[in-house]
């Protein structure tokens, strides 16, 4: 088995669909893909990916944290 061998994992949203492969101790953004009409940005850093779906000033995001800690994904869908 892989160093780190992930398992991927989808989060539908509102604004899209998001897929992150989940390893013991780091995440890869696998893809995301905006839903029709909203717009799509991605932020990645160290330890997190922030994949980011607006809309008509609406905006929902998700978040994958892995400092000192397995992957985490949060959704934040006002």
Do not use: N
């Amino acid at each position: 088995m892989g160093q780190d061998a992930g398992k991927v994992q989808a989060y539908p949203v509102s604004g899209g669909r998001v897929v992150f492969s989940l390893g013991a101790s780091t995440a890869e953004l696998v893809s995301a893909t905006p839903a029709a009409g909203w717009r799509m940005q991605v932020w990645k850093q160290d330890f997190w990916i922030r994949v980011t779906f607006t809309r008509d000033g609406r905006e929902v995001s998700v978040f994958c944290t892995w400092h000192d800690h397995p992957p985490v994904v949060e959704i934040v869908d006002p």
